[in-house]
């Protein structure tokens, strides 16, 4: 079967702590033919998986979509849905074994990954989707080199937009003051003037923008162009002993990004459902938003070099990154996925 990537420039654009158990559910590709996309038709007994995912994050937007439209009992899985306010509290709630499976941003993961944590990546949910936002009230904040010991937001130490964060710094020669917080208080603190800016994952910046507090000056394209953000990651016990399981959870998961580009208005509105946005806010952030359930490997080690760099992950527990990389990162279960529909 052919199958069409999507992405920004140089393909199709489709533009137009805390854990919260939010509970069980009621109830990767896209391709350019639009087939019909088979649900499970075994009879084995349903899975229960306890899935994590972002506070708000439209990169999963995949998950919520196939958490609202009862993709996984479908294909044989009782979602459990745990919300984290960024991707290193996730991951410690995972290697504490209170995962079996989730969505985060690549660093937060292959950071883990480095530390011996027992996982595997096994396809994306998004590709960039994130952006700085200046206050409009700072008329002298043009673009990002005006950044230079000013106040920037991010969502946290371990997250990728502190990761590209640190790429801006390196590349302008700034150093910003970060101002770790929720990602859910930055609009309300740059609205307050406790920052200057903000890095964050949609719809966070367009939440700003939208609100006329706020301005995009510089995007993770500007960034990266095309690089991974977020990821489907399973625990290495589930990749082994259950593959078939860990197929099915991919299966929702594609059909879930195929709703996502072949209906966007409405997986924005269940997104907007499901995290309290509003659909404008959706819109806008979309515009950032690349869908590809293929993941960018090659960006994702140019991020692992900095997260070296950063001292996040050390040189002796990575001493070969494409080894690493090979390890870690596993798509046969996708192939094999996209090879049934």
């Not at 009621?26 to 075994?42: L, Q």
């Not at 290697?95 to 883990?112: E, I, Q, R």
């Not at 002796?316 to 996925?337: C, Q, W, Y």
Request: hydrophobic residues 45%.
């Amino acid at each position: 079967m052919s199958e069409e990537k999507v992405s920004r420039r140089g393909y199709v654009k489709y533009a137009a702590g805390g854990i919260v158990v939010v509970g069980v559910a009621a109830a990767g590709v896209y391709y350019a033919s639009k087939p019909t996309i088979p649900t499970t038709t075994e009879t084995e007994a349903p899975v229960p998986l306890r899935i994590g995912h972002l506070v708000g994050d439209l990169h999963h937007v995949g998950f919520f979509v196939a958490f609202s439209k009862g993709f996984y009992e479908e294909e044989g899985i009782i979602p459990t849905r745990l919300e984290y306010p960024n991707g290193a509290t996730e991951m410690m709630a995972f290697s504490a074994g209170d995962l079996d499976a989730g969505y985060a941003g690549a660093p937060p993961v292959l950071t883990s990954a480095s530390k011996a944590v027992d996982m595997k990546l096994v396809a994306s949910a998004n590709l960039e989707g994130s952006a700085i936002v200046s206050v409009i009230a700072k008329p002298d904040i043009k673009e990002v080199k005006d950044l230079d010991k000013r106040p920037v937001g991010t969502p946290g130490p371990g997250s990728i937009q502190d990761s590209l964060l640190y790429m801006v710094e390196q590349r302008f020669g700034i150093t910003v003051a970060r101002m770790p917080m929720k990602v859910f208080e930055l609009p309300l603190a740059l609205e307050k003037g406790e920052l200057d800016a903000y890095i964050a994952w949609e719809p966070y910046p367009a939440q700003a923008v939208v609100k006329g507090i706020g301005q995009a000056i510089y995007t993770s394209h500007d960034i990266l162009p095309n690089h991974q953000c977020c990821v489907l990651y399973v625990s290495g016990q589930l990749f082994k002993d259950k593959p078939n399981v860990v197929k099915k959870l991919i299966k929702a998961h594609l059909r879930g990004l195929r709703l996502a580009i072949d209906q966007p208005d409405e997986a924005m509105q269940i997104f907007a459902d499901m995290t309290g946005n509003t659909v404008d806010v959706s819109k806008e952030a979309w515009k950032r938003m690349i869908w590809d359930s293929h993941m960018n490997v090659e960006s994702m080690k140019i991020l692992v070099n900095y997260l070296i760099e950063q001292g996040k992950v050390l040189p002796e527990e990575v001493p070969d990154v494409d080894k690493f990389m090979s390890n870690v990162v596993d798509t046969t279960l996708l192939a094999e996925v996209e090879a049934s529909i």
